[in-house]
Structure formats: C-alpha cells, structure tokens
C-alpha cells in the first residue's frame, strides 16, 4: 500500500476511533436513558467506522497485522486524528456543539467520499453515510432544543458553540497528504465541504437562536492533529484504551 495512502486511511480511522472512544465516556452518564443509549450506539457506530478501515489497511499491509494492530499500538504522534475530537466531553452542551461540528463535516465528507477512486473507501463512505445522516439529525435536534429552551440551557448551548468554534477549522484545512492524493483518487474536495457545512451550520443555528462565536470572523484556528501535534488529552485516552494491549502484548480474550 502507497504510504500516502496509508497515512489518509488512518487519518479517517483515528478521527472517527477517538470520537466513538470519547461518547462511549457518555455511557451510564447521559441525561436521560434514551440519550444514554443514543450515545452510546453511536459511539459504536463511530468505531465501526474506524474498525472497517483499520482491517482494511491490516490486508493490505499483511505482515500479520490486524485492525487491534493500529489503535493499541501506535503512539500519541503517530495518531492523525484532528484535535476537535480529543477534547473532553465537557457536560451535555459540549458534547453536542463537538457532535454537531463533527457529525455535519463527516455528512458532507461521506457524502462525497463515495465517489472516490478506492472502492473500498467508497464502500466504507456508503455505509458510514447511513449512520452518520441519523448521528447529524440527533446533535442538530438537541443544539436547536437546547438553544432555544431555558435560558440557562440556551447559555450553556452558546457558550458550548463558542468554546469549540476555534477547533473546527482544522477540519477543512487539507493535510499534504490530502492534497497529494485528492486528484488521483478523487477525495472529496475540502473547500466545497466547507461551505456546505457551514450552510448547515447557519441553519442549525439560526433554528436554535444561537448566534456564531466572535471569534469567528479572526479566521484563526487551531490545528496540529493531522499531523501528529496533539492536545495532552489524546495521551489519556491512549492510556486507558491501550493499557491492557502494552501490559500483556499480543494477548487475546
């Protein structure tokens, strides 16, 4: 497999590995059961996701490599994922403004992910499209219920929506490995997305009587994770999900 490729590949894993690994922190905890579950199946679903490319790379590579190789063996710098989705939870309202930012980018990203040259991606993009339509229904219906609600609630929802603002840019912003393969096997095209997730975005909003962050019109974000710079939350959750995997390597259950 062309290292390029590879790397692109884990990218897409890691992002949606640490989002599923991050709600699934949500199990047992929600506000109320039929949200706890919520979370909780798409936390799995998320992983599915990541799990579907992770064996779709061990394949390719051979080596004896399987999709458990990827996630508990790497390091914090070999992880590509962007920084939105190793922020901590937060309460409910952050969980759903970093559900709302994500969820609207992979619809769009999936979405056109299809029509790319790999058919296995674009397998991965057809399935991953179903469950992420209900994910971005689910996050834009609670930001609208929560934005417009109580003004506690609706507080909360607008200081969510703030904090997070600055960590979405990153999303659009194409790595080198990106743009290196983004003509030979068609990926989806970053400033497109960009704009239809905004549209989305302005909807959603609007519907929930937030308003955008001030600090979205500086056009400064942060960024780093796509290439191996990470927040030092990433190395806690590495350490709890890859802890039994370096006690007792290569052990099985």
């Not at 063996?73 to 709302?100: H, I, Q, S, Y």
């Not at 040259?117 to 339509?133: C, G, P, R």
Request: a negative charge; aromatic letters at 12%; hydrophobic letters at 40%.
């Amino acid at each position: 497999m062309h290292s390029d490729l590879k790397q692109y590949c884990l990218q897409l894993a890691d992002n949606s590995l640490i989002h599923g690994h991050r709600l699934s922190e949500w199990c047992g905890h929600g506000p109320i059961l039929e949200v706890d579950m919520a979370l909780s199946n798409i936390a799995l679903d998320n992983i599915g996701a990541a799990r579907s490319i992770y064996a779709f790379l061990a394949e390719q590579e051979g080596e004896g490599k399987t999709e458990d190789y990827y996630p508990y063996t790497r390091d914090v710098r070999e992880f590509l994922n962007v920084l939105l989705v190793e922020l901590p939870n937060g309460d409910f309202a952050d969980t759903m403004a970093k559900c709302l930012f994500f969820d609207a980018y992979q619809f769009y990203f999936y979405t056109a992910l299809k029509q790319c040259n790999d058919s296995t991606l674009a397998a991965i993009a057809e399935k991953s499209l179903k469950e992420v339509t209900y994910h971005l229904r689910f996050s834009s219906e609670w930001v609208i219920r929560l934005g417009d609600g109580t003004e506690e609630s609706k507080e909360n929802m607008q200081r969510a929506i703030s904090n997070f603002w600055e960590y979405t840019g990153e999303l659009f912003q194409p790595s080198a490995i990106e743009t290196s393969l983004q003509k030979t096997l068609q990926l989806p095209d970053l400033n497109l997305i960009r704009d239809q997730w905004m549209e989305k975005i302005s909807e959603v909003l609007q519907e929930a009587t937030l308003s955008f962050p001030l600090s979205s019109e500086k056009g400064w974000f942060q960024q780093g994770g796509k290439t191996g710079i990470h927040s030092e939350h990433l190395g806690f959750i590495l350490a709890d999900l890859q802890f039994m995997q370096r006690a007792y390597p290569n052990s099985e259950w």
